[in-house]
């Protein structure tokens, strides 16, 4: 199912500029490239953050305080995902803020398609209000010490259609 390519898929363009059929040495081609809902995964996460402050004394003032800086932060590292399938593994890069507005980190994974056991959509009560589907991908022998999904990725557009 991933080499059947749609004509939206044939056309898709990533956030780095990756274009369906591009080779990157060491990756493969890519076969299908992921886009990302940057709005709603940003509102998503700041409405977790609120929701973890919340049960604190001192979360809700600092809430009120660091909103603007959370949110631009929270909406670069949305932005800055990218996800594409090529034909020998699933290629995941993206940047965040931590340490409020002031320390860039990058992320970046590759997970070879023969390690991946399962890929799994979900979605729940927040995420509908906000608009987005985690996709989470399991592999044998996961390096997750929470025993979750290897790479779990809020915001996937059409996270559905990423997975077949």
Request: include cysteine; hydrophobic fraction near 40%; proline fraction near 4%.
């Amino acid at each position: 199912p991933a080499q059947d390519l749609t004509a939206d898929m044939a056309t898709a363009k990533g956030p780095l500029g990756m274009n369906v059929g591009d080779v990157v040495e060491g990756e493969g081609r890519t076969i299908r490239v992921a886009t990302f809902n940057t709005g709603g995964a940003a509102n998503y996460m700041l409405l977790m953050a609120f929701v973890i402050l919340l049960s604190t004394v001192f979360g809700i003032p600092f809430f009120l305080l660091f909103i603007p800086c959370l949110m631009w932060g929270l909406k670069k590292g949305a932005e800055s995902q990218n996800l594409r399938l090529t034909d020998e593994a699933v290629v995941y890069d993206a940047g965040r803020y931590d340490c409020g507005c002031c320390c860039w980190s990058t992320t970046s994974k590759m997970i070879t398609l023969d390690k991946i056991t399962d890929i799994s959509v979900d979605q729940n009560c927040c995420m509908r209000c906000t608009g987005v589907e985690t996709l989470g991908i399991q592999t044998a022998g996961s390096s997750n010490p929470q025993g979750g999904p290897e790479l779990s990725l809020v915001g996937v557009n059409d996270a559905k259609g990423f997975k077949a």
